[in-house]
């Protein structure tokens, strides 16, 4: 599959993205430093450019300085995304801020730790609910302005506070959760607002934590601190009407000779006004597989069987990610 561009930029990504929150380490179990390399060199050597990270993935920025230690050698084969705007207090309770004066600091700091003087994408990660868009926006409009970040985009964020930044500051990108059965954004506005003003799609949760991939079985017990277990999607009734229709998705997998993830990848990057999709690994096999949803052909037939096994299970509980 080819590469698409960023929103207006010329900026060329992959369709499917390195999203590095798990070799952060903080929710995700069995995560060691070793792994983390191995897997942001596979996804590169396979194909991925584009890596997502935030200043606030890991307690000290683990998941950006692990991006400079294994691929700083390559700067200039990667499209770096990274956000600001939320960290960690020192008891390790999230905090949103996005002053202008904190959007800049951690924007220093995000640098100093990938080891580069700019970024590609540098994201609002979620709105503080008082500073204005119309600031906010202008914060950001001074780093591109200052050569820090070739372009910006907004996660997390209503259609109004889209709007609102986009009166002040130019939007590149847009990324919020969307997956085969989230979503809101083809429904409230968002995505048409996206499509109507060139401004890309790069969605996180493609597999819904896992959940999408298929291999968590119908009496899976989760470990105390796997952090997926406090979402509606992994507990009771809406569990199980997930598993059903993971029983209807993998014989349609079977018949396209892919795994789940592959179907549920190929099917979300080739959804109307989707750009790309961020996908999550600890592991080198796992970006191997996930690679392989941009290479995969579904038929029509493929299609509609899925949108028949999507119209089956309903409308899920809406899951608030921040």
């Known amino acids: 599959m080819q590469h698409r561009t960023l929103g207006r930029t010329g900026i060329s990504i992959s369709p499917i993205a390195l999203g590095c929150w798990p070799i952060a380490g903080m929710t995700s179990l069995q995560v060691n430093e070793s792994d983390s390399l191995a897997t942001l060199q596979a996804a590169v050597d396979h194909g991925v450019n584009f890596l997502d990270t935030a200043y606030c993935y890991g307690a000290d920025g683990e998941s950006e300085k692990r991006i400079a230690q294994a691929l700083g050698h390559r700067r200039d084969e990667l499209v770096i995304a990274t956000k600001g705007g939320l960290h960690w207090d020192d008891n390790l309770d999230r905090v949103l801020d996005s002053r202008p004066e904190t959007i800049k600091r951690e924007c220093d700091e995000s640098l100093q730790r990938l080891d580069t003087d700019h970024v590609d994408l540098l994201y609002l990660h979620a709105p503080d609910g008082d500073t204005p868009m119309s600031e906010v926006a202008g914060g950001f409009k001074d780093l591109i302005e200052a050569g820090k970040t070739r372009s910006v985009g907004l996660s997390n964020t209503s259609l109004e506070q889209m709007r609102a930044f986009a009166e002040v500051c130019p939007v590149t990108a847009y990324q919020p959760p969307y997956n085969m059965i989230q979503r809101d954004i083809e429904r409230d506005g968002r995505l048409a607002w996206c499509v109507e003003n060139d401004v890309s799609v790069c969605v996180y949760w493609p597999l819904m934590k896992g959940l999408l991939a298929g291999k968590l079985t119908r009496g899976h017990v989760f470990d105390p601190k796997d952090g997926r ?31 789940m993830s592959q179907l549920t990848l190929n099917w979300t990057i080739t959804q109307p006004g989707i750009t790309c999709a961020l996908v999550g690994a600890k592991r080198p096999d796992q970006i191997i597989e996930n690679v392989g949803g941009m290479n995969c052909l579904l038929s029509d037939d493929h299609r509609a069987r899925i949108d028949a096994a999507l119209a089956a299970r309903g409308e899920p509980v809406t899951v608030s990610p921040i």
């Open 229 to 259: 277990k406090k979402y509606p999607m992994f507990q009771g009734d809406e569990w199980q009407r997930n598993q059903d229709l993971l029983d209807a998705l993998r014989p349609i997998a079977d018949d396209a000779g892919v795994s």
